[in-house]
């Protein structure tokens, strides 16, 4: 099909995996609430990078809408005016969505970078949107998939609000990244729809079945993670960003079960691959998966063992939603038989 729909297709899902990876770095750095308002950061467009420009000061005039920190409040201007040599409260409202009222510079741009890479991935998908119409006649499923992507988008746009209002709650936080993968999930069936080479992939039954369950073992272990990273960010609150070795301090069970169920995951992909290579079924993308796992649990034991190395974190979480990508892209090459040849 058209090559520059593919183009733009990949170009939608390198940016969405973007996304992803600045979310991550986010969470590392702690700057989920940098901006503490949304879709603007402190009611700019571009944020304040000194903490000057969120302070109250006389003689100064302020753009209806902007906020400021004053006595350790969220105070946002009713209308554009002027400052005289007194504060006037008449002149503002509380920000009620919630009360963190703190600024950090590098938390407020790196939140800020976030939010532009995700309105670039927006942006991209409502092109390819738009360029997808042209295949209504031919494939429908094709614009219509396009056009879930975009609403997917804004739904995950909305998401990411009420994570900020909700000053990052752990269920939110993890709908919010779980959202992310359905988007991935979704832009990859777009490609593949538009794909017409011949791969010469064999079809097989139980291929077929145990790709369903990786997959579904890998969504449920992202989630169970997204959940362990919670209670080392309340750990990192209770004992600071340079307590790295206490951060994995007597952790819950879910930990456990998120470490052990890691290796269920390797052997239903070992075996996978097994299967595929004894019959040589085509899915070569099988050996990504194995090296994606075998980095997965490398960055696991660092974390663990290593007392959390440089951006082993965001590592971690990138790479689990690669991995989940590269298996859903199996399991799509899976799901159609083939006549030439099939096993059993």
Known sequence: MDITFRKVAKISLVLVYLVIVAGAVVRMTGSGMGCPDWPKCFGYYIPPTEQTEIQWQPNRAFEKGQVIIYRETLQVSKESFTTTDAFNAANWELYTKHDYAEFNPWHTWIEYINRLLGALAGLATLILAIISLKFWKKKKRIPVLSWLVVVGMFFQAWLGATVVYSVLEPAKITVHMLMALVIVAMILYVIYLANSENKRIKYDKLVLRISIVALVMTLVQIAMGTQVRQFVDDQIDIFGYAAKDKWLQDP?????????????????????????????????KVYWVLFLLLVEVFTGVAMNYLDFPFASQPLHLVLASILFGVQFYILLDALKPRKDSKTS
């Open 252 to 284: 819950e069970l879910l930990f456990y079960v998120h470490r052990s169920f890691s290796i269920l995951i390797i052997l239903i992909n070992s075996f996978l691959a097994y299967r595929i290579t004894k019959h040589d079924l085509g899915h070569f």
